[in-house]
């Protein structure tokens, strides 16, 4: 059995390369081999809280051997069977990303290890050579790659992955990379962890006190109450994560002339409506850290009556989940707006960042205000509606698959406007 301690950065980890700049991560690698079968995990985060497995997995095409399926991979069972290549799913390379269910636990997953496992009928195909990287929620990429390569003993091989503590995860990458004789009998993921927690707040008809704290995962529960109003307790309130998950009635964070930073914010599918902010302009609503994301499911409606800016940083707006954002604030953020499932919406004096505006799979409604984009505006396969307020880009506008419904207010580009594809 091997044992060894890694060490790099939150970006990037590179096997054997010790100590890299940034803030550190340590985590460990076991490697083992063995002649028996491995006991590995039922009860995985694969196993437990899948919502998506996508696989662009190259599989290893040996004559006479009938590949698994990849099931095989998170069945929770590294059984050797009679020939020792069955049970296996013979890679060659590719990836296959795992995305955790996220509409029950919006704040994503804390992840505390992972181990792989491989299995053939001889030492010929069980060394084990892949990338593993982690998706925030919020995030569009995958970071903090850890590296392995270990060349297996005998027909049994296990990797143990452990110390990684990472928070707030949505996805898992797994990257095969060149693979010992052209492909290697994979026999089990097991990704080790469990929810992030919240601190829950229920709703009350008595205002209560939202106290700062930049690595809190708020949620607001409570069902029957009417409605219920959140003030915050100092003049800049930070917390990490917020969720509104509470179905009885809607819930109101008031700034009252205060910031308020969050990461990112959630409305769960059954909650009801989210406001922050009592009238347009009340309050500033930042990311706590760059960007800011909002995600709201099902046919639920948050509105942003605070002003959203992000200080001095170029920080981008990112709207996900099938529900609507509404904005009636002017909102002097400077980085871009990127929509890519369900509705933005501008009413009053509402108005976007001056970066980019990117919608795709999406809606946008403008109402009011202005949506002014000083770089690029591409729209994909989506519904823009304007009945009053302004649309007006310094570049062009490009459109493909996209409904135009301009019906009010106006539109300008530097240029013309194309014609939907």
């Given amino acids: 059995m091997n044992k060894r301690t890694m060490v790099g950065n ?13 803030e550190s991560w340590a985590y460990t690698i076991t490697n083992s081999s063995g002649s028996t079968a491995y006991t590995v995990s039922s009860s995985d985060l694969l196993q437990t809280h899948l919502r998506s ?60 290890s992972v181990a792989t496992y491989s299995g053939w009928q001889d030492t010929g195909r069980v060394n084990q050579h892949y990338e593993v990287a982690f998706r925030m929620v919020g995030s569009n990429t995958f970071d903090n790659v850890i590296t392995v ?11 143990a992955i452990a110390d990684i503590n990472l928070t707030g995860v949505e996805a898992i990458r797994f990257t095969f990379l060149s693979q010992q004789n052209g492909g290697v009998g994979y026999k089990e993921l097991d990704v080790i962890g469990a929810p992030t927690a919240f601190t829950d707040m229920s709703l009350s008809a008595e205002t209560q006190m939202i106290a700062s704290n930049s690595v809190a995962n708020v949620r607001i529960v409570g069902d029957g109450v009417a409605a219920g109003t959140f003030d915050l307790d100092s003049p800049v309130t930070i917390i990490d994560t917020l969720t509104h998950s509470a179905t009885g009635g809607v819930a109101t964070l008031d700034p009252a002339g205060q910031t308020l930073k969050v990461n990112r914010l959630f409305v769960q599918p059954k909650a009801v409506g ?11 609503f930042a990311g706590a850290e760059e960007h800011l994301y909002f995600d709201v ?27 609507t954002l509404t904005l009636d604030g002017s909102n002097p953020y400077s980085g871009d707006t990127v929509v890519n499932a369900g509705t933005l919406k501008l009413t009053g004096s509402g108005s976007l960042g001056r970066g980019a505006l990117r919608v795709q799979d999406a809606r946008l409604r403008i109402e009011g205000g202005s ?44 240029g013309s406007l194309p014609s939907a594809a």
């Fill in 149 to 159: 390569s270990y060349t297996g003993t005998a027909g049994q091989t296990c990797v």
């Fill in 10 to 22: 939150w970006l990037a980890v590179l096997a054997g390369c010790g100590v890299l700049t940034g």
């Fill in 274 to 284: 989210l406001a922050v902010g009592t009238g347009s302009g009340n309050g500033i």
């Fill in 371 to 414: 949506a002014y984009a000083k770089r690029e505006v591409i729209f994909t396969n989506a519904a823009i509606e304007q009945t009053a307020g302004s649309l007006r880009s310094d570049n062009n506008i490009q459109v493909q698959n996209t409904t135009l419904d301009l019906l009010g207010g106006s539109s300008f580009c530097k």
């Fill in 297 to 323: 499911a099902g046919t639920n409606e948050a509105t942003i009556h605070s002003s959203i800016t992000n200080g001095n940083f170029s920080g981008s707006l990112f709207k996900r989940g099938s529900g």
């Fill in 53 to 112: 497995a996508e696989s662009a997995l190259i599989l290893y095409p040996e004559k006479g051997y009938l590949n698994g399926t990849l099931e095989t991979l998170t069945d929770g069972t590294a059984a050797i069977a009679s020939d020792g290549r069955l049970n296996a799913y013979a890679l060659s390379g590719g990836t296959v990303v795992y995305t955790l269910d996220t509409v029950l636990h919006p704040s994503g997953y804390d992840i505390s």
